[in-house]
């Protein structure tokens, strides 16, 4: 069954109470996990509750690009997982403030780590700096501004391009993106010699990826639209044929405002969520910059938030022109099951070098529904039970005295006896998958034949509920 999409009227903390005319479907077998992050499962929100933005906190530096082939300007990062591997990938370059010039071309280097946080600059030994090749230069050449590199995913993906780049180039005149591909993220080689996507601006960290969801690789790249910096989107069966792009679209309402880099991807706990750190960029501010944080549901149509998730308060040098960068990935660390890593950069401009800092999101912990110390109550719109809905697990935090409940009811709100919030037993501490448990137990399979839609209503006091999930039992 297809979904209509809904437009939201958002604020801050404002939501509408717009239903869908159908059930909203939880993924194919009504199992997808659902995040609180735009207002896609809500219906209402009374009392004293809202939708919280979180921000991530800061942890360590864990790159410092001191190198001579390296300096103050280095940017447009990304960074993934790959195995027991972390790879990272950024634009080498140093502007000296004194002359206005660059002092070296630019260069793509190659940093990885097996923890996430202690990175290494291994010596590749592929292209000559200052006469020397002793480097973790990984590219040189055409791209090298913003070259961005992913492992794809498909599986008809052949051995030697199962890792994919995608870079600005302008040759001769032909500007636009540029396709690389590698068998090993390290030895690159153009795909084909001229731009597959020509429609941009394109000096940003332009990227792409596979998206297993859809069955087809997607791009965002930058734009300039109403004299405004902008981001545009494409999809692509074989990573060459694209789509003619367009804009992407946000909430009414929503400011005209300056993005830079966009960070999109695919959420890894809900890879039906596309989730962006788009930069805002204020030239009327001496050309500062702020991450902030988006979602959509299709790719192409965004919810985006206004507040900036790393201001320039968190550790140190971001107030300074470009200089306060989410990097692309988001990534989860040995010793931190329950967290995810985020990185931003620091710094730009002002030292002899740059930083990268990591910052650290509780897993689906984005946005939250949190409720204050009077408590209030939400309902969600209909949900269709899907065949492996046996159980309901929820992500919360109560903090100290906070409680949860949840009553699940028929979709016009009629209560379902052992099912109300009277019968629930209230849910206290920190969880990121807890079984929600009523009078006669945590088991809902059979709701699905006699109340094959249904509704939520939480009751949360002092407490966030981030994110939920229909699960079966386990076998």
């Known amino acids: 069954m297809m979904i209509k999409p809904v437009i939201f009227i958002i604020g801050l903390c404002s939501l509408t109470s717009e239903i869908t ?9 009504g199992n997808a996990r659902e995040l609180f992050v735009d207002g896609y499962l809500i219906s209402k929100i009374e009392g004293d509750l809202k939708q919280h933005l979180h921000k991530p906190k800061p942890k360590e530096i864990v790159l410092t690009t001191g190198e001579s082939w390296e300096g103050n300007t280095c940017a447009y990062y990304t960074i993934f997982r790959d195995g027991p591997k972390y790879r990272m990938y950024y634009r080498g370059s140093h502007y000296d403030t004194q002359s206005k010039k660059a002092t070296h071309p630019e260069v793509t280097c190659y940093a990885e780590s097996k923890d996430g946080i202690h990175w290494t600059k291994p010596e590749l030994g592929l292209f000559d700096f200052n006469g020397s090749k002793a480097n973790n230069i990984v590219w040189k050449g055409i791209g090298t501004h913003c070259f961005v590199v992913f492992k794809d995913s498909n599986p008809k993906c052949k051995h030697e391009a199962r890792y994919k780049g995608i870079a600005r180039g302008r040759p001769q005149g032909k500007k636009g993106l540029y396709v690389f591909q590698s068998p090993d993220g390290i030895h690159w080689k153009l795909i084909k010699n001229k731009p597959v996507i020509t429609q941009g601006a394109f000096d940003s960290q332009n ?3 596979w998206d297993s969801h859809t069955q087809q690789y997607r791009e965002y790249h930058r734009t300039f639209t109403n004299g405004k910096r902008a981001i545009m989107t494409g999809t692509s069966k074989d990573f060459i044929h694209w789509t003619n792009p367009v804009l992407l679209t946000y909430q009414k309402g929503i400011p005209d405002q300056h993005l830079y880099t966009n960070a ?13 750190f788009p930069t805002r960029y204020l030239p009327e501010q001496g050309s500062r910059v702020e991450p902030t944080f988006m979602v959509s549901r299709d790719g192409l149509n965004f919810h985006r938030w206004l507040e900036p998730v790393v201001p320039e308060s968190a550790p140190k040098d971001r107030n300074g022109n470009r200089s306060n960068y989410m990097t692309w990935g988001h990534v989860e660390i040995p010793g931190r099951s329950n967290h995810l890593s985020v990185y931003a950069t620091e710094a730009y401009y002002t030292g002899p070098d ?6 650290e999101y509780r ?4 946005v939250s529904i949190r409720g204050g110390t009077k408590g209030g109550k939400l309902v969600t719109k209909p949900i269709a039970l899907g065949r492996l809905a046996e159980r309901l697990t929820l992500n919360y935090k109560s903090a100290k005295g906070g409680t949860l409940r949840v009553a699940i009811e028929e979709s ?9 919030l009277e019968n629930c037993k209230s849910l206290k501490g920190d969880s990121l998958h807890h079984t929600v448990v009523w009078k006669n137990g945590p088991d809902i399979s059979a709701l699905r034949h006699q109340h094959p839609v249904v509704r939520l209503k ?4 002092n407490a966030d509920l981030y994110a939920l999930q229909f699960q079966p039992w386990l076998r």
Do not use: C, M, W
Not at 21 to 28: E, R
Not at 264 to 276: D, E, F, K, N, W
Not at 354 to 359: C, G, H, I, L, Q
């Open 363 to 366: 897993k689906d912990g984005f």
């Open 207 to 209: 990227l792409a990826f």
């Open 412 to 420: 016009n709100g009629k209560p379902i006896p052992n099912f109300t």
């Open 354 to 359: 740059s930083r990268v800092r990591r910052f």
């Open 458 to 461: 939480f009751e949360i006091t």
């Open 264 to 276: 999109v991807q695919a959420y890894s706990r809900a890879p039906h969520l596309y989730i962006g």
């Open 21 to 29: 005319a159908d059930p909203i479907q939880l993924g194919k077998y």
